[in-house]
């Protein structure tokens, strides 16, 4: 049965809407759930995945839609972001527009992020 449901997310996951899945996506998936999320319970809720490298078509979403960001070691909450430091202006802030986010104990750069999901 876990196999079943493991094969299921992994099929979603790869339709994701411009998403890539790279190698890193089964260590990020263990992230999540070492930090009492469950992917599969966050495919049901609507929530759209992009692991692995954050490039491509994950870098233009609104930050708005970012729920959680993921790097090597931790998933950072949208909730507990204090700060951003952009790049350039713009009208739409995109994470191609961002340097850094600032959670108060971790200033997470951009290219250190592995993984976003959206909502």
Do not use: C
């Amino acid at each position: 049965m876990k196999y079943l449901i493991m094969m299921i997310l992994t099929i979603i996951i790869h339709q994701s809407h411009g998403g890539e899945v790279t190698g890193a996506g089964g260590p990020m998936m263990t992230l999540l759930k070492e930090n009492k999320l469950n992917p599969e319970q966050l495919i049901k809720d609507g929530y759209q995945f992009f692991l692995g490298e954050a490039t491509g078509a994950g870098m233009a979403y609104e930050i708005e839609r970012i729920r959680f960001l993921l790097s090597k070691k931790r998933v950072y909450s949208m909730k507990d972001l204090r700060q951003i430091e952009y790049l350039r202006p713009s009208a739409n802030y995109n994470l191609n527009d961002v340097h850094l986010l600032d959670f108060g104990d971790t200033r997470l750069k951009v290219h250190e992020i592995k993984g976003i999901i959206l909502q």
